[in-house]
T-cell receptor, first 115, second 113 residues
Framework: KAGVTQTPRYLIKTRGQQVTLSCSPI?????VSWYQQTPGQGLQFLFE???????NKGNFPGRFSGRQFSNSRSEMNVSTLELGDSALYLC??????????????FGPGTRLTVL | EDQVTQSPEALRLQEGESSSLNCSYT??????LFWYRQDPGKGPEFLFT???AGEEKEKERLKATLTKKESFLHITAPKPEDSATYLC??????????????FGGGTRVLVKP
């Protein structure tokens, strides 16, 4: 079974631009979560989607948004990029939502550099 | 607010030198405690899930244990390929938490031959 895939793997943008990252979950998985990983803050939860609905959200500004499609694929968007948005963005998928035993499996991440 | 603290931040071991990593947590009703391994430039790789105090799980040279406030990851007779960052995360038990994971800062393990 193929794992979680993320595209692109690397991105370089300049301040003020916007960016869209894509995530394809493991086949059959219906929940997708997004995390930001930086050396200073570690891994932080951005948001989670299940059945095309955002189910919960972390403490990030409104510039960070996402969506999920009917095939469970997900995208996240960051508008008006700031230098501090440089990070590894990780997508994780799981079978369902909020059930005991539901494990999150991570993709390889998208490395975003903001200049 | 859910919190996870891992110690030490970094660990240097000689090949064959066993050691333990600590993960202390506070969470609103633990649904699960997760251990992941992360290699540089890659996404976290799932290792174990523990659900209740007293539970233990093993995989090759790794053994994870859980108490009501801590989890330990024991590395027995490590090899250089065990070098990685080990991440601990908790999942809260209330429904609205969904699958959200709260992570600790990780322990970077270097095993020298």
């Amino acid at each position: 079974k193929a794992g979680v895939t993320q595209t692109p793997r690397y991105l370089i943008k300049t301040r003020g631009q916007q960016v869209t990252l894509s995530c394809s979950p493991i086949s059959g998985h219906r929940s997708v979560s997004w995390y930001q990983q930086t050396p200073g803050q570690g891994l932080q939860f951005l948001f989670e989607y299940f059945s095309e609905t955002q189910r919960n959200k972390g403490n990030f500004p409104g510039r960070f948004s996402g969506r999920q499609f009917s095939n469970s694929r997900s995208e996240m968007n960051v508008s008006t990029l700031e230098l501090g948005d440089s990070a590894l963005y990780l997508c994780a998928s799981s079978l369902g939502w909020g059930s005991v035993g539901d494990t999150q499996y991570f993709g390889p991440g998208t490395r975003l550099t903001v200049l | 607010e859910d919190q996870v603290t891992q110690s030490p931040e970094a660990l240097r071991l000689q090949e064959g030198e066993s050691s333990s990593l600590n993960c202390s947590y506070t969470v609103s009703g633990l649904r699960g405690l997760f251990w992941y391994r992360q290699d540089p430039g890659k996404g976290p790789e799932f290792l174990f899930t523990l659900y209740s105090a007293g539970e233990e799980k093993e995989k090759e040279r790794l053994k994870a244990t859980l108490t009501k406030k801590e989890s330990f990851l024991h590395i027995t007779a490590p090899k250089p390929e065990d070098s990685a960052t080990y991440l601990c995360a908790v999942q809260a038990g209330y429904k609205a938490a969904g699958n959200k994971l709260t992570f600790g800062g990780g322990t970077r393990v270097l095993v020298k031959p």
